[in-house]
């Protein structure tokens, strides 16, 4: 969201992300974007790094580093000198500032997307108003794959009361709002909730997501996304609750399908912050982490708030602590409805 930002007081401003291989296809997707630099650094090729970084050097009039850490901040330090970041009291490692040839102050507890943009304003001279986060326009481009709530759309199952009825596989295309069944009669939500039930840490991870689908699919249909082979094993059974599993997707396709979605729950994950980025409806769930300090609460990205075991820490986070679990179904579903109903 801060490319908007820069884009709306600098619009003629080029844009350069660098990032991880590994995001390399997320960041492709951003919109307002000139260019994206993919650095090899976690799989360890750091001469390959080094000569990329080494070709960029003094091509750019700002660099700010909004990831704080001291890798992150050797790399901005390679591109030149005129660098801002977050000084050592406000970052997770604090060695990162002797980098940076300016330091903003920002207490490390406070909201991400607040902290970010305040040093992109702090760096690029701009001011901005909480209320302007509101009316954002989605982060990631779009493509036409999927343009509407009546398209078809991949999934590994389709959960339906005739026993008879064949399993769709990965390759069939199943209709979105349609599920065979053998009531005529019967009525289909015309609502659809994406959940995204996995985490990248056991402990953000909520456990009761097939009593929410059995509350939920009264009035909405509900679809799953899994990535791994793991997830998919998991998420397969987790299906049996009266869930679509999707068949795997790529980050186009994921962020083209939520476009098709009245609601996306889901754990403190990737997935979720996505939808908040595309201004989908959420329902993000919180443990043993601050909801307030990961996400931006709005009228239609609602957070849920379990209270864990000790003050939390956003420097020590209790990963032993599986609080999240204490969160009372009921009330993710009476949320979920009130917000396929606004």
Known sequence: MAIQFIRKHIANAHISWFCDARFEQIARLLAGLDEVVALPLKDKKFLKSFEILRQKQGQFDIIIDLQGLLKSALVSRSLGKNIF?????????????????????????????????????????????????????????????????????????????????????????????????????????????????FASESSKCYAHFASVIKGAKEFAQCFLVAGNKPEREKAAKLASSGATLLAPLDLAQ?????????????????????????????????????????????????????????????????????????????????????????
Do not use: V
Request: aromatic share 8%; charged share 25%; with cysteine.
């Open 85 to 197: 970041g977050f000084d050592r009291f406000s970052t997770k490692e604090g060695l990162a500032s002797i980098f940076y040839t300016h330091k903003y102050s920002c207490n490390y507890d406070k909201n991400i997307i607040l902290r970010n943009l305040e040093l992109c304003a702090f760096a690029l001279n701009f001011s901005f108003d909480e209320k302007e986060i509101l009316a954002k326009e989605p982060c990631f481009l779009k493509n036409s794959r999927i343009p509407n709530k009546n398209s078809r759309i991949p999934s590994d199952e389709t959960r339906i009361p005739n026993k008879n009825s064949r399993i769709a596989s990965d390759e069939i295309k199943i209709h979105s709002d349609e599920t065979r069944i053998s009531n005529k009669n019967s009525r289909i939500p015309s609502k659809k909730i994406l959940i995204a039930p």
């Open 254 to 342: 994921i962020l083209e399908f939520m476009d098709t979605c009245d609601l996306i729950i889901g754990n403190d994950s990737g997935i979720t912050h996505l939808a908040w980025a595309q201004n989908c409806a959420t329902i993000t769930l919180f443990g043993n982490r601050s909801g307030a300090r990961n996400a931006f609460a709005t009228p239609k990205n609602l957070i849920i708030q379990a209270t864990p075991k000790h003050e939390i820490d956003a420097f020590h986070i209790d990963k032993s602590d599986f609080c999240i679990n204490d969160i009372d179904p009921a009330q993710i579903i009476a949320k979920a409805k009130g917000l396929c109903d606004a």
